[in-house]
């Protein structure tokens, strides 16, 4: 086989870059206990720890040696994620999110999930284990398990006018999260759920009727939007025409302004109270 004497140039979309070019596989020093067969530039030649701080190095080490759960059977046999999932089935039951029922024929439930994370602080030290039970959307069907759907996002130039408006008026300003927001959207839909195992009783084959939106179901941005928005309406806000999700209250002199960014809310105002 003839090789090609072609002089090899860089490509002159690349002259207005800088870049370190190896002119030639022979002139990267491997490492002895590497193969010199697989690719011609392992990271390993080019990236190392070594440069980081022993408390970066162990900061590293600490983050990534706890492990989230990837289902519900590993998470039920640690005590702390067993705890995390508490808070999550009391606040299903309080909100009366479904009801059991078998399931009526030609229907089909849809699936669920459990979702682990670790939530961390800004130093990396542990905050909070949290669990969350999600339904599985990608088995809805348009036009029975679901219509419409909507995400209530504020618009980037609307947050830099309120933060600006904010600081030049030395408004005090607040930022909320709504607690399980999304399972406080009712539902119009007949929708049905399989049964997570901490509900299910030997012997009985029943399903979730679902009352309330759950996290993961494709309308349940939309629904919490539609339940904040009367209820917002009702504290006597007006929507913002320029923008859906901003709100304001004019009283007397008292004025407040809220913009909400999915469940994500910032207010403020020139009056704290």
């Excluded at 999304?182 to 009727?209: A, K, T, W």
């Excluded at 679902?210 to 941005?221: H, I």
């Amino acid at each position: 086989m003839c090789c090609s004497q072609r002089a090899h140039v860089p490509p002159v979309a690349l002259s207005d870059y800088v870049f370190n070019q190896v002119s030639s596989p022979k002139s990267l020093s491997f490492s002895s206990s590497f193969p010199s067969k697989g690719t011609l530039y392992p990271l390993y030649n080019f990236i190392s720890y070594d440069c980081y701080s022993p408390q970066h190095r162990s900061f590293i080490a600490t983050i990534t040696n706890d492990v989230e759960p990837t289902c519900y059977e590993q998470a039920a046999s640690q005590s702390h994620w067993k705890i995390a999932m508490q808070p999550e089935l009391a606040a299903l039951k309080a909100n009366n999110t479904w009801f059991l029922t078998p399931l009526p024929p030609g229907k089909e439930a849809i699936g669920y999930c459990w979702v682990y994370k670790i939530k961390r602080k800004l130093d990396g030290s542990l905050e909070c284990y949290k669990a969350r039970l999600v339904a599985k959307c990608y088995t809805q069907l348009e036009g029975i398990d679901y219509h419409d759907t909507f995400s209530p996002t504020a618009k980037m130039v609307t947050i830099r006018c309120l933060l600006a408006l904010a600081a030049a008026q030395n408004w005090s300003l607040h930022q909320l999260d709504i607690h399980n927001a999304f399972l406080h959207g009712d539902l119009s839909e007949e929708i049905y759920m399989s049964l997570p195992p901490s509900f299910q009783r030997q012997g009985e084959n029943l399903v979730c009727h679902l009352n309330k939106s759950l996290y993961g179901l494709k309308q349940a941005s939309r629904q919490w939007f539609a339940k904040f928005f009367t209820t917002i309406q009702g504290a006597g806000f007006i929507q913002s025409k320029a923008d859906y999700s901003l709100f304001t209250c004019k009283k007397g002199k008292s004025f407040t302004a809220l913009l909400i960014y999915v469940d994500d809310i910032l207010i403020t105002g020139n009056d704290s109270d």
